[in-house]
C-alpha cells in the first residue's frame, strides 16, 4: 500500500497501463503467459471458482484476459492496428472498482497450472493484477487491513510480546495438565539450534500444533535445542497476497534478522504453507538477504524424520474417529510437501482417509490467496469458491479434516459451519499432540476446544 | 491473373518465410533473455534434464491436458498429430523424395498408397477433428465466453488451407507433382517463376496463398504456442 489519497482516472490510467507495459520486460512467465495462451477452457474446467458458479467472471482465462488486451493494445503491432480484432481493449478507468473484486476471486490456488496445456500458471496474473490495485492504494480494505498490523506489529494478529508469553505460558499448562509433566515452549533462546515460527494462528486461535511441535522436542530429549520468539511468532505474510514485493520483503526481513539474531541454525517452519513457500521457493532461491547462516526446514518434514528414526510412539485408540487431510496449495502444488504429513497422520490417527483428488491435484479450500481473511466476502467462499472442497469432505465421511494452514483452517471452518456439517477442522501436529506417548503416556484429556 | 499469380507464387514465398523465420527468432530471443524467477508448481522434476525432459512430453503427449479435459486432448491431440504428419507429407509435394522412401525399402507403388491412402485419411480426419475444435468453441459456454475473433480467424484459416487441400487431392482435376516440384525447385534456386505450369491451378495457388498466410501469421497470434509451449512447462517445472 503506497497511498490512500483519491486519484484522478487520468491519473489511474496512467498506472494501469504503465503497470501492463511493464509486464514485455519480464518477469519471463508473466509475458508469456500474455503471449501464450490458446482459449481452450481447461482452466476453467479444474478450478475451484468457476466450478461453484460458472460464469464469465469467474473463467480464470478471463480474468487473465483483462490484463492481456490492455497488453495488446499497448504493446503489440496488430494490437496498435487492429485493436479488438487483435485481442486488444483500451482501459477504462470505470473498470477499477470491479477489478476489486475480481481480483479478488481467484484463490491463487495454481490448480489452472496443473492442468493447462502450457502449464499457465493464472495466479501470476492474479497477483499483477492485485499489485496494479496495491500501487493505487486500492487494496480491499480487508486485505489492507491484515498487512498493516503485520508490518506494524509483526504478525496478522496485532499481538505484542506479552499477549504471545500470556499464550505459550498457558499452552505449558495445558500440557502440564494432559501429561502431568513439565513440556517446556523455550522463549527468546539465544543459541538454540531451532527457531520454530508458525502462523500466529497456531499459538492464539488453534494452539494444540504448537503443543504437537513442544512434545517432539521434549520426547526426543531435545526441549532445550529450540526456542520461539516474542517478537516473531507468525510466518503468514501478505504481501504475498496483496502482491507487493515491498511488502512481503518488508515482513520477511524481520524474520531473518530474528533468525540471525537468535543464531539459530534451523527455521523450522510450521504449518502455514504461503510462509513456508516464501521463506524456502522466493526469499531463500531469490537470494534477497544474501547468504543465510541457517537452513530452512518444515516442521512436518522435521517431524516425519524423526517417525521414521523410530523415535516416536503413539497411543492411536486416542484420534479413533476418520480423519481426513486437505493438501493446502501452498504446500502440495507449490513446495511439494505432500508424504510428510500422511506420515504424521498415519502414525498417530487410526482412521486416516484420503480424500480424492489430493496432493498436487487437490481442490482449494475456497479461501486461498488471502481470501479467508476477507469476511466482506464469506458469502462467495462459503457458497461459490468453497463448494468443491464441501464435497470432497462429505465424501470422505470423516469427521476431522487436518490440514496445515492457517487460511485453510479458517476457511474449512467457517464452511463446515455455515454448511451444518459435524466435522471439525484442525492442524497435523495436533493430532500428533493428542495421541504421543510422552513416559509411555498419551495426554490425559476429553475434550478438545 | 498474372499479377496475383506473380504475387502469390513469386513474392510471398521469400516475404512469409522471412517474416516467419525473423519473427520467431526474435520472439524467442526476447524471450530468453527475460529474468525468470523459480516460481515452481510440484510435482517438479529434480534435474534439469528431467525437466526438458518433461517439456518434451507435454509438447509430443500433451500430458497436462490429457489430464485436464479428455474429450479436448483426443481431438487437440489428434489435430496437431495429423497436422505434423501433413507437413512432413508435403515434403513429397516440394522435392522428390520418393528416392529416398526407395532406398528405404519402399516400392513405388507403396509410396502411391501411402500418399493416397494415408495422406487423404489425414485430409479427411483433420478437417473433422478442426470442426469439431470450432464447434466446441462456439457451444461450450466456459470456452466461447472467452472466445475472441483470433481464435476463430485461426481456425477458419486452417479450415480453408485444409478444404483447398481436400479438393487438390480428391478433386476430378487431376494434381500432377512433377509440376509443383519444378516449381518449388525454381523457388529455391531464385529463378524466374514465369510460367511455372504449377500456378496455373488456381485451387492450389489458394491453398498456398492461404497456407502462406497462415506461416506469417504464426508469430503475431495465439499459434505462437506453438513456440511458447517450449518455454512454458520449463519455468514452472524448473525447482
Known amino acids: 500500500m503506497t497511498s490512500t489519497a483519491k486519484l484522478s482516472s487520468e491519473e489511474i490510467k496512467g498506472q494501469v497501463v504503465d503497470a501492463v507495459k511493464a509486464i514485455k520486460d519480464g518477469p519471463r512467465a508473466m509475458r508469456m503467459y500474455m503471449e501464450t495462451c490458446v482459449k481452450c477452457g481447461t482452466c476453467a474446467s479444474v478450478c475451484p471458482v468457476y466450478f461453484g458458479k460458472s460464469e464469465k467472471r469467474y473463467n480464470p482465462a478471463e480474468r487473465t484476459d483483462i490484463i492481456r488486451r490492455i497488453y495488446n493494445k499497448y504493446t503489440t503491432t496488430s494490437g496498435k492496428v487492429f485493436g479488438k480484432l487483435a485481442g486488444a481493449e483500451d482501459f477504462d478507468p470505470e473498470d477499477i472498482e470491479s477489478w476489486r473484486e475480481i481480483f479478488y476471486e481467484c484463490t491463487g490456488c495454481r490448480r489452472c497450472a496443473t492442468y493447462c496445456p502450457f502449464g499457465i500458471d493464472h495466479s501470476v496474473i492474479t497477483r499483477k493484477g492485485r499489485a496494479i490495485l496495491d500501487k493505487l492504494g486500492l487494496t480491499p480494505d480487508t486485505m489492507a ?11 496478522t494478529d496485532g499481538a505484542g510480546p506479552d499477549a504471545f508469553r500470556a499464550a505459550i505460558d498457558f499452552l505449558e499448562e495445558e500440557m502440564k495438565d494432559e501429561h502431568g509433566i513439565d513440556v517446556k515452549i523455550p522463549v527468546d533462546v539465544k543459541g538454540a539450534e531451532y527457531f520454530y515460527v508458525p ?116 497411543d492411536k485408540s486416542k484420534n479413533s474417529h476418520p480423519v481426513t487431510y486437505h493438501d493446502p496449495c501452498n504446500f502440495g502444488r507449490s513446495c511439494g510437501i505432500t508424504e510428510e504429513p500422511r506420515a504424521i497422520l498415519n502414525a498417530s490417527c487410526a482412521d486416516f482417509r484420503e480424500m480424492y483428488p489430493n496432493r498436487s491435484d487437490n481442490w482449494c479450500c475456497g479461501g486461498g490467496g488471502g481470501l479467508s481473511a476477507m469476511d466482506d466476502i464469506i458469502d462467495f467462499r462459503m457458497e461459490i469458491s468453497g463448494t468443491k472442497k464441501l464435497e470432497q469432505v462429505r465424501e470422505t465421511g470423516a469427521t476431522y479434516i487436518a490440514t496445515a494452514c492457517s487460511n485453510c483452517k479458517r476457511q474449512l471452518t467457517q464452511l463446515m459451519e455455515h454448511h451444518e456439517m459435524q466435522v471439525e477442522v484442525g492442524g497435523v501436529h495436533d493430532m500428533l499432540s493428542r495421541s504421543i506417548l510422552i513416559n509411555g503416556k498419551a495426554a490425559d484429556r476429553e475434550e478438545y476446544v | 491473373m498474372e499479377v496475383v499469380r506473380f504475387v502469390v507464387g513469386g513474392v510471398l514465398p521469400y516475404i512469409a518465410v522471412a517474416v516467419f523465420v525473423v519473427a520467431m527468432i526474435h520472439r524467442i530471443y526476447t524471450w ?78 507403396g509410396i502411391q498408397a501411402m500418399s493416397a491412402g494415408s495422406g487423404g485419411t489425414a485430409g479427411v480426419v483433420i478437417f473433422v477433428t478442426a470442426v ?58 531464385f529463378g524466374s517463376i514465369n510460367g511455372a505450369a504449377a500456378l496455373e491451378n488456381n485451387v492450389f495457388l489458394l491453398h498456398m496463398g492461404l497456407a502462406l498466410l497462415l506461416v506469417m501469421y504464426i508469430p503475431f497470434s495465439k499459434i505462437l504456442h506453438f513456440g511458447g509451449i517450449f518455454f512454458t512447462h520449463q519455468l514452472i517445472r524448473k525447482t
Open chain 1, 199 to 314: 502462523p500466529s494462528g497456531d499459538v492464539l486461535v488453534n494452539p494444540e500444533a504448537t503443543m504437537g511441535v513442544a512434545k517432539v522436542f521434549h520426547v526426543l530429549g531435545m526441549a532445550d535445542n529450540w526456542t520461539m520468539s516474542s517478537k516473531c511468532f507468525d510466518g503468514a505474510n501478505y504481501g504475498l497476497f496483496t502482491g507487493s514485493d515491498a511488502d512481503m520483503k518488508q515482513d520477511n526481513k524481520l524474520y531473518v534478522e530474528e533468525a540471525k539474531e537468535l543464531g539459530t541454525k534451523t527455521l523450522l517452519m510450521g504449518e502455514c504453507g504461503h510462509a513456508y513457500r516464501i521463506m524456502k521457493m522466493i526469499m531463500e532461491k531469490a537470494g534477497w538477504w544474501g547468504e543465510l547462516p541457517f537452513e530452512i526446514v518444515n516442521c512436518m518434514e522435521w517431524t516425519a524424520a524423526r517417525l521414521e528414526e523410530g523415535k516416536l510412539e503413539f
Open chain 2, 32 to 109: 530468453k533473455k527475460l529474468p525468470s524467477p523459480s516460481i515452481t508448481l510440484f510435482p517438479a522434476p529434480a534435474t534439469s534434464r528431467a525437466n526438458a525432459a518433461n517439456t518434451v512430453k507435454e509438447a509430443v503427449l500433451f500430458s497436462s491436458l490429457f489430464k485436464g479435459d479428455r474429450f479436448l486432448w483426443v481431438f487437440a491431440w489428434g489435430f496437431h498429430v495429423i497436422l505434423a504428419l501433413i507437413f512432413v507429407g508435403h515434403f513429397r509435394v516440394f522435392a522428390n523424395v520418393d528416392g529416398v522412401l526407395v532406398s528405404m525399402g519402399m516400392s513405388e507403388e
Open chain 1, 145 to 155: 487491513k491484515v498487512v498493516q498490523v503485520s508490518l506494524e506489529t509483526g504478525n
Open chain 2, 132 to 189: 469439431v475444435l470450432l464447434v466446441r468453441r462456439l457451444v461450450i459456454p466456459r470456452v466461447r465466453e472467452i472466445t475472441s475473433w483470433g481464435d476463430h480467424l485461426a481456425l477458419l484459416l486452417i479450415g480453408a488451407i485444409l478444404i483447398t487441400g481436400n479438393i487438390m487431392r480428391f478433386g476430378p482435376e487431376h494434381f500432377d507433382l512433377t509440376l509443383t516440384r519444378d516449381y518449388f525447385a525454381t523457388l529455391a534456386s
